[in-house]
């Protein structure tokens, strides 16, 4: 090869890493036949998948063949990167939501572009775009979109989304390793999680018995805002 592959850090970001033992595997397969049966591709020189096999074949001097793919932008490739780990990979419940979250603002813009095609803003329940587009001008459900993505319920989306929400690092990094499951890790957050929702309201409550009554509409505004603020912060510690 004359030239080289190179790495994407965005790219990179999508391919979640192999844990010790699959990368282990994946050598041990390599070195037995002195070959790499499977090509690195590339898009525009840089590697879209194959990272691991590149990075055990330039190790061990290993040959290796590579095969160029075309996409019709950035976001396509990312999108058919994501796609391609979530087919292919044996990946635990928390690696495939956050793929998929990878997604969430493809999922946004076509839910606009199809709520603009069918000339209003009407909502079908339960409508979702899966692993294949809809029909310009189908209504999409975001958060069902993204739960079919990663092929797990509703549920445990929201459940994933509020240990990620929490302040509770290690708790999440044993979720993303797979460590402990999803719904075991939410139940010991819920106490914290009901806390802070007590917490949003006591201070709420504060807030409105501290406020100066010189203008009842003016007030009754204020009222109204924070009450909109309050549910907006519920809402971010609920998902």
Not at 136 to 159: C, F, H, W, Y
Not at 191 to 199: F, N, S, V
Not at 203 to 231: C, F, G, Q, T, V
């Amino acid at each position: 090869m004359s030239n080289r592959p190179q790495t994407d850090p965005e790219f990179m970001a999508l391919m979640p890493p192999l844990t010790d033992e699959e990368y282990q595997q994946l050598e041990q397969n390599i070195l037995a036949y002195r070959k790499c049966n499977d090509p690195i591709l590339l898009w525009n020189d840089t590697i879209v998948d194959g990272f691991n096999r590149f990075c055990i074949c330039m190790t061990h001097g290993i040959e290796f063949k590579v095969e160029d793919v075309t996409f019709a932008s950035r976001d396509e490739a990312k999108v058919w990167i994501i796609e391609n780990q979530l087919g292919r990979r044996n990946l635990n419940a928390a690696q495939r939501i956050e793929l998929a979250l990878c997604k969430e603002e493809v999922f946004r813009a076509k839910a606009k572009e199809n709520k603009i095609r069918s000339g209003g803003d009407k909502t079908k329940a339960g409508a979702v775009l899966a692993k294949k587009t809809k029909p310009d001008g189908e209504p999409i459900n975001v958060r069902k979109a993204l739960a079919a993505e990663a092929s797990v319920s509703d549920g445990t989306l929201k459940n994933y989304l509020q240990v990620k929400n929490s302040d509770n690092q290690e708790l999440l990094e044993k979720v993303q390793k797979g460590e402990l499951k999803i719904g075991t890790a939410h139940k010991m957050l819920m106490p914290q999680i009901e806390k802070q929702l007590d917490d949003v309201d006591r201070m709420l409550a504060y807030i409105k018995k501290h406020l100066p009554l010189a203008d009842a509409e003016k007030d009754s505004l204020i009222r109204n805002e924070l009450n909109k603020l309050a549910a907006q912060l519920k809402g971010v510690l609920a998902c």
